[in-house]
């Protein structure tokens, strides 16, 4: 039995909640979005995307998405692999730890 393709976000971030939508709007490929439902108290840091039985967590799983979406947004998966890991996940520690603030600022 083959388990469907989930991808987790935070559901009480509304930036994380954006890029859900954003997502099921531009889908070629089943993916199920589903809240990460972390212990209480404990806010999310990263998005987690399982892909044919494997876990895959911050600026990889992000990049994955790319493959379920339209030609038009696929075309950017191996260029995005261009920038080393490190650097990514960097980037995406960074923004996970801003984005609550930025956005409950709006």
């Not at 967590?57 to 990049?63: E, K, L, N, T, V």
């Amino acid at each position: 039995m083959k388990m469907e393709d989930t991808l987790f976000l935070d559901g009480h971030c509304a930036f994380c909640t954006s890029v859900g939508k954003f997502l099921q709007k531009r889908l070629s490929l089943p993916l199920e979005l589903s809240e990460l439902n972390p212990p209480e108290g404990v806010v999310p840091s990263t998005i987690i995307l399982i892909r044919n039985q494997k876990e895959y967590i911050r600026s990889g799983a992000a990049i994955r998405c790319l493959l379920y979406m339209r030609w038009n947004w696929r075309w950017m998966f191996p260029f995005a692999w261009l920038i080393p890991l490190p650097l990514r996940d960097l980037v995406y520690i960074i923004f996970a730890k801003m984005r609550h603030s930025l956005s409950s600022s709006k």
